[in-house]
């Protein structure tokens, strides 16, 4: 069985593929987006020439494809899994950022590639995002415009996933609030789809 839980920050996407992860006595792939988050983080800042801000391109797409060849490497190593993230997070991360733009001949590459990955899911999940009274954030105006981000981002990632993928995919509803009622939800699509008859273990 290889399952991926995708979605934009705020979605609780870690928490809950580790929970899977425990409930369905599968290992989980850790997200390892270090090295891409610090790049991204250093085009965002920018360089004051046009030749620095082409080697930040270039940082962001190295670290963007060792990225991809890890977790390529990894789900082979591991067979079944459940993936914190997958291709598809770094393709909206790139489409975002502008890196595609840059590099259009990788780009078309990095979509081959993250289709492929796809390919070999069972099933993707993914969280809805929580509002920030739900996550105990201040509602203040910072936290409101972040939270616009997050959906947007949110918003993006769904649909290059409906335009560009076969395997099936869970949007879990806003009203499957918590862990246990989102797990449930998880654990009756896989039975539906056929990929799980034994009992789940409890927490």
Same mark, same amino acid.
């Given at each position: ?7 934009? *920050? ?12 425990? /409930? ?32 930040? /391109? ?39 950022? !502008?890196? !595609? ?7 078309? *590459? ?17 969280? =809805?995002?929580?509002?920030?009274? &739900? ?14 981000? &997050? ?17 099936? /995919?869970?949007?879990? =509803?806003?009203?499957?609030? *918590? ?22 273990? *409890?927490?």
């Amino acid at each position: 069985m290889k399952i991926a839980v995708t979605g934009a *920050g705020g979605a609780f996407r870690t928490r809950l593929a580790l929970a899977l992860g425990r /409930r369905l006595d599968l290992p989980v792939i850790a997200e390892d987006m270090d090295g891409v988050i610090t790049a991204e983080l250093a085009l965002q800042r920018g360089a004051n020439s046009h030749d620095a801000m082409a080697r930040l /391109r270039n940082d962001c797409l190295d670290q963007g494809l060792s990225w991809l060849q890890r977790r390529r490497d990894r789900q082979l190593e591991v067979g079944a899994f459940v993936a914190d993230g997958f291709a598809f997070d770094l393709l909206q991360r790139w489409l975002s950022n !502008g890196t !595609g733009e840059k590099h259009r001949s990788w780009f078309d *590459g990095l979509v081959a590639e993250c289709r492929a990955q796809a390919g070999v899911l069972d099933l993707i999940v993914m969280p =809805p995002l929580q509002q920030a009274s &739900q996550r105990g954030d201040k509602r203040d105006w910072n936290s409101r415009i972040s939270h616009i981000g &997050q959906l947007e981002s949110q918003a993006l990632l769904r649909g290059l996933m409906d335009e560009m993928l076969q395997t099936p /995919r869970l949007y879990l =509803p806003v009203s499957a609030v *918590g862990e246990e009622a989102q797990i449930a939800q998880v654990v009756e699509t896989l039975r539906a789809l056929g990929l799980l008859s034994r009992p789940v273990a *409890g927490r």
